[in-house]
């Protein structure tokens, strides 16, 4: 692709060249056209910078338009940044509503995360690799063409039609194109393997027979998806726990299992020729491979929530989409990044129970989370629909505090008259000669100044742009003086904000860049969102005092207090294990794992909640604060990873009395950002139908959107103006109604298309 845009926009750049000389050659016939003056430099490199960036890609000879051929990597958090790395994205259009592409294929297994899929209309076409999958890229085959020779493979040119069709010739393909004939396929089967595990081939080159068409496939070509395997020689592993104990203590790397022919890569073909033991005890006399680790069939963001295999699908498929947003740390230089937007969790805890895939990716390096003290029990009624308690004491120490980062940019042009953009200093008030208000935190250089507080419409940078910035032409007067407005850069945002740090820098094209990070510490309030590792989102729904939290018997209180009905119907048992696994391994000071299929076994761990003088059900005496009374039932209570999602209220919230209006159609604007209206759409229209509420809808569909006084002339059912109707050239016939500005913009567009839309007006008699 990259060579077809390439050879693309040298094609463009070229014919520009001659187009320009076509235009130029012939005025000027006694000079020399210089071609060099006519090159655009950068054409080529900005072609290039705008296709990858943008990822919309353009050839012409292919009239190929694809978008999203390359998407910018999103920091938003640390899995998310991974798990778009992991990503696959299938060229299917994700209109159709086809099963086929997207549901779970068998040969996908141990390659593409069965989880790890986006819902909705993505669901499926949208894959994410595996733990251990690699990507094969293509590789000469030069030698392997002539390594099949010497192995007895005979050239299809030699032949007579005859030999093909016996029934003990094999044809033997190379990736796709038929490479020759073979009388004895297992032994070049047998042969091409010994010699890949001896390292005389290289360990991405797959083999495979298909028994039903006799024909032998060697794939080398590149976008195989492949993984590693143990191999089994006589029933027995060839990897031993020496091998494994060498591993541990650095005497030894994977490569060198790979050079021994300890472990070797499988690609899908040649996994259907194998016969694979996930275990060491289901090895038997076929068996030829084994499973390194059966939970690497899980990709990286699956690989977070433990104890998987005790939960419903569907549940770890919204893990893997909800672990994306949760807040956490990003990276190690995050304090350095100025992004456009950045969200950081002010305390960020390694979770109590882990997995081996969060060792693997070290997440517990940059956490997204924090272990909270969750109580199962009915608090208030404020917990109904999956919604939280939380623990205003908790939010106090820090639980769930978050910063955002945003930033403001500014660049300062030079333009072609020779003006520039200038950064004034701030104005001062003629009686007190201090800065006014909007300019209060700015330097004397005109820049805010790091650590002010900075309110809604303050300035942050005053920028003044030359009025005139085309060079004037010829023979017209240049003004001797440029005038200058001011084009202020702003702040816009429904709470205050703090300058972390200012960046002046400049741009390729030696622009000034002036960068800004805005800082905002936020604590939870109502109406955030909270998820634990199983897909159990919810909202918090009140905030309580700790004096009327419940608390166990030995004077804990939980940090959040969750609906019990969020379990039955969404069978994510690995949460229940989870509680206990945190619980046990908080009273022994030590981690516990859960990954999938294996992980703390329960049995186990309720032998430690007992020997800490625990129920070993995790159930605990538990007192109201309220009333001070014990409560009826022992309440299951202790430690579950709980993340903190992207979505706040303080970013969503938003209503409008009157505002701005879109021009052409005169209704109220969309959007949050442009402070627009709440559409009332069709459905809610259909309500309001329903009711028989007629005056409701024409308030809301007309007086409070765009209702608009036109004259209509009786007799002959068009528009006027002023009273006057142009048609009938009479003002005898004419009436004032109101209809909206959108139904009098469609009449005038069809009347501009020769199609007269005419009204027919009728007296209202009371």
Known sequence: LLSLLFE???????????????????????????????????????????????????????????????????????IAALGMMTRISSQFEKTRKVSGPRSLQPSQWGMLCPSDTPEGEACGLVKNLALMTHITTDMEDGPIIKLAFNLGVEDINLLCGEELSYPNVFIVFLNGNILGVIH???????????????????????????????????????????????????????????????????????????????????????????YIALYEYMINKPTTHLEIEPFTLLGVCAGLIPYPH???????????????????????????????????????????????????????????????????????GYDIEDALVLNKASLDRGFGRCLVYKNAKCTLKRYTNQTFDKVMGPMLDAATRKPIWRHEILDADGICSPGEKVENRQVLVNKSMPTV????????????????????????????????????????????????????????????????????????????????????????????????????????????????????????????????????????????????????LGKDYVTSGITGEPLEAYIYFGPVYYQKLKHMVLDKMHARARGPRAVLTRQPTEGRSRDGGLRLGEMERDCLIGYGASMMLLERLMISSDAFEVDVCGQCGLLGYSGWCHYCKSSCHVSSLRIPYACKLLFQELQSMNIVPRLKLARYNE
């Open 184 to 274: 004895d396929h297992q032994k070049l089967v047998k042969t091409f393997r010994l010699m890949r595990r001896a390292g005389y081939i290289n360990e991405f080159v797959s083999i495979s027979t298909n028994l039903t068409d006799r024909c032998v496939y060697i794939s080398s070509d590149g976008g195989r998806l492949c993984r590693p395997y143990i191999i089994v020689k006589n029933g027995k592993p060839a990897v031993t726990n020496k091998h494994i104990e060498e591993l541990s203590q650095g005497y030894r790397t994977f490569e060198d299992f790979l050079h021994e022919g300890l472990v070797e890569y499988l690609d899908v073909n040649e996994e259907n020729d194998c």
């Open 8 to 78: 693309d926009l040298f094609k463009k750049f070229n014919s520009e060249l001659k187009k320009i000389a076509d235009q130029i050659i012939p005025k000027q016939r006694a000079a020399q056209f210089d071609v060099v003056k006519h090159m655009r430099q950068d054409q080529i490199t900005n072609g290039m910078v705008n296709a990858i960036s943008t990822g919309n890609w353009s050839l012409k000879r292919f009239k190929m338009d694809r978008q999203g051929v390359t998407q910018v990597l999103s920091r938003l958090s640390y």
């Open 310 to 380: 005790h939960n419903q699908s569907p549940r770890n498929t919204y893990q893997c989409a909800m672990g994306k947003q949760a807040m956490g740390t990003i990276g190690y230089n995050q304090r350095n990044r100025i992004d456009t937007l950045m969200y950081l969790l002010a305390y960020p805890q390694k979770p109590m129970v882990k997995t081996k895939s969060i060792e693997l990716i070290d997440f517990e390096k940059l956490p997204a989370g924090q272990n909270a003290t969750v109580a199962v029990m009915s608090y208030s």
């Open 469 to 616: 910035t085309q060079t004037p032409l010829e023979g017209t007067a240049q003004s001797q003086q440029p005038q200058f407005r001011d084009v202020p850069i702003t702040y816009k945002g429904a709470t205050d904000s703090y300058i972390e740090k200012v960046m002046i820098s400049s741009n390729s094209e030696d622009a000034f860049l002036i960068k800004i990070l805005l800082r905002q510490t936020r604590r939870p309030e109502i109406g955030d969102k909270f998820s634990s590792r199983h897909g159990q989102k919810g909202v918090c729904g009140l905030i309580v005092p700790q004096e009327d939290m419940p608390f166990c018997d030995n004077g804990i209180c939980p940090d959040i207090v969750m609906n019990p009905h969020g379990y039955p119907s969404r069978m994510t048992v690995g949460k229940l294990i989870e509680l206990l696994a945190g619980k046990a391994g908080v009273l022994d000071g030590r981690f516990h794992y859960g990954t999938a299929f294996g992980g703390s076994k329960v049995k186990d761990v309720c032998e430690d909640l007992i020997h800490y003088g625990y129920n070993y």
